[in-house]
């Protein structure tokens, strides 16, 4: 349980800072500054579909955002991302920090991927930043390095979450999806990883045995 709070805490986090970038960017150039920055950060390539920064109103939307594996687990979609809808804080943007008022979060599917030496993406990869502290202090370190603010915690948080996978590329025979079907839950006043419990549980109960089956001894690592 632990360590999916702080695997979601780490991709909450990834989608915050992907919106900030593109915040202070205002350019289409700088989808491809992002994008490749993310690359950079994570080992994986990434590919916004679009997105819009509000000129009056502080808004950022991104739409069909994707992450992909790298080669060695497939390089298939990892994160399928249809909507990232973010409204923040201008005075706070101010003095170097980010607080956000709504954040509308829609994960479509996720793919878990186990390669042929036997490693699961889930943790192996540079996305989340899974450690022992309970309330997430390095992932926040980390957000700081990556956005040079500081993350002053999410208001509203909206979350809907479609469906996932399990690739195994060992062995085929081993592949299946789980529909999850979580629209709209509604979370607040988000800091930490153990403030995305609700979300956590939620999943657990919709997926049944799914994470427990594919991911196995990783889930209980601490």
Known sequence: MKKLLKWFFGLLLLVVALAVILLLSRDAIFRVIA????????GMDAEIGKFHVGL??????????KLYNPPDFGGTPFLNIPEIHVEYDRDALKKNQIHLTLVRFNLGEL?????EAGQTNLFALGVT?????AQGGKELAEFKRRTGLDFQGIDVLNVSVGSAKFIDLSNPRN???????IDNLVMKNVKTPADLAGLVVLVALRSGDFFTDVLGSDLKLK
Do not use: S
Request: charged residues 40%.
């Open 35 to 42: 994008e490749n920055r993310i690359r950079a950060q994570t």
């Open 175 to 181: 592949d299946r999806e789980q529909k999850i079907g």
């Open 56 to 65: 009056l109103e502080p808004v950022v939307t991104i739409k069909d955002f």
């Open 111 to 115: 793919d878990i991927v186990k390669n």
């Open 129 to 133: 930043l899974p450690t022992k502290e």
